[in-house]
């Protein structure tokens, strides 16, 4: 197996905790060079449908006996662990917001439109963005991951947790009863 249940297992783990992740796959030199593409694509298949969150995470091939790729891993945890700890300004992440929501608007809710007024990323360690929006009640689970993914894709977060979370301003116009 590609990936056994228990290190899919260990995978989902680090995921929930919100840690960054980096598979190694050791014992590279005993796969025939011809079907080395053929197995590092099948455990890129594995990962996007077990673990679509970790999906884009780096995968290292190595060979501890024979010292191959072993240089790599470092610079690649420490590549995560910058990505995870990372910061985006709030002005260069409601730039891009104004953009998706132009292309891509959240879908209304009751004929009512949701407006989202601005994104903030809240904290690092796992980073966590917050969305302050008109009706937060009313953006479905699928627009969210459409906005997961357009933020991992944009701002380099393959294979980092991170967390969005959805506010809705208090309506001054509402009248207490």
């Known amino acids: 197996a590609l990936f056994g249940a228990d290190d899919l297992s260990i995978a989902r783990r680090v995921l929930e905790e919100g840690r960054s992740l980096v598979l190694v796959a050791n014992k590279w030199d005993a796969i025939r060079e011809e079907e080395r593409e053929f197995v590092h694509l099948g455990m890129r298949r594995v990962l996007h449908q077990a673990l679509s969150q ?97 933020l991992r894709e944009e701002f380099g977060l393959q294979g980092v947790p991170f967390r969005i979370l959805l506010r809705q301003g208090r309506n001054p116009f509402h009248t207490k009863q």
């Open 54 to 150: 970790a999906k884009d995470a780096p995968i290292l091939t190595l060979s501890a006996r024979d010292g191959d790729g072993v240089g790599a891993l470092v610079p690649a945890i420490v590549r995560q662990y910058e990505r995870w700890s990372g910061r985006i300004k709030t002005s260069v992440l409601n730039q891009w917001m104004r953009e998706i929501a132009r292309f891509h608007p959240p879908p209304s809710y009751q004929g009512q439109p949701v407006t989202i007024r601005f994104i903030s990323q809240v904290s690092t360690r796992p980073p966590t963005f917050v969305l302050m929006c008109s009706r937060a009640y009313a953006v479905n689970d699928s627009y969210v991951n459409f906005l997961r993914n357009a």
